[in-house]
């Protein structure tokens, strides 16, 4: 187990349950679903799915920094959408964010904690 490294990120939300925001290895780090919060653990104030997307990529974002990785380090992400007509707008503003075309998949979702509209894990090199 000394091997293994919990990851607690500074400046976004804590977790929601009884887990780390990523667990880090000698060859990978795995990090947990990120959603639209704010620092203070609230849900951003939009209905903009972009907007969401955004947030969920800035948390995954410092997650990735706090454990010394980065968003171009990424090898697979998953996207959990509530709404799959959301598909082309999290699309978008995804390729901003990670632009080097890392394995993913996308699956739509009955609900999301909290009430969230997008998450969005990944798993990264160090």
């Known amino acids: 187990m000394s091997d293994l490294t919990t990851v607690i990120a500074k400046g976004i939300a804590p977790p929601v349950g009884p ?9 990978a780090i795995y990090c947990s679903g990120q959603i639209h919060f704010d620092a203070n653990g609230q849900l ?16 995954l974002k410092a997650v990735l920094a706090e454990a010394g990785s980065s968003l171009d380090k990424i090898v697979k992400t998953t996207v959990f959408l509530v709404d ?13 964010y990670i632009t080097h075309k890392p394995a993913r ?20 090199l160090p």
């Open 19 to 27: 887990y780390s925001h990523a667990v880090k290895t000698p060859t």
């Open 44 to 59: 951003i104030p939009t209905t903009d799915v972009k907007e969401m997307t955004k947030q969920c990529l800035e948390n």
């Open 84 to 96: 799959m007509h959301h598909f082309a707008q999290v699309n978008e503003v995804y390729a901003q």
């Open 105 to 124: 998949s996308c699956v739509a979702v009955k609900t999301l904690p909290k009430g969230a509209t997008v998450e969005i894990e990944a798993v990264a």
